[in-house]
């Protein structure tokens, strides 16, 4: 097999670029973090290329993952820094549904952030990061700062919370 030069890896970095960037913007709290995602997934990808990676799949496949780790160190990173909880009705809407059920969807993430602005704001960020983010709970003790035990209390806690603020609103 014939080695992969740095041309190589520019050819397949490129027909991935755009896609790696829409990827990033679905993924990330804030949008102005997309571009450095991206940006440091590419530098370090870069930078620690070898010539022994011989196909473009398995080049592109690479640089997702490592877009990935950036990816999950932001998102915590952010958390951190933030107390704010996202707003949950700029959570892209499913495009496939009709226009009366995504009418629908609106109302109750509508619901959903009353409810988060109701809750106890720590127990708002477990729910949030755990459903909205697909974090696990031990990311989100990680991201928080707090033993994983009480990320597990304060879950459950949301979670009633949350089941009670919304059979009441019905």
Known sequence: MAELTRE????ALAEIYTSLLDYAAKQLPDPSLTQDAVHDAIVYAYQNWNSDRCDLPAIQGWILNILQNRIRFLTRQYFQESKEIIHLHELPLCPWISSE??????ERLQKL???FKAMDHRYARV????YFRSMPFRE???????NL???LTWHTKGKAFLLRWLKKTE
């Open 8 to 11: 190589d890896f520019s050819a």
């Open 101 to 106: 059920d995504q009418l629908v969807q609106k």
């Open 113 to 115: 952030n009353a409810a």
């Open 127 to 130: 729910v949030y990061l755990h």
């Open 140 to 146: 989100i003790a990680s991201v928080m700062d707090a």
């Open 149 to 151: 035990n009480t990320i």
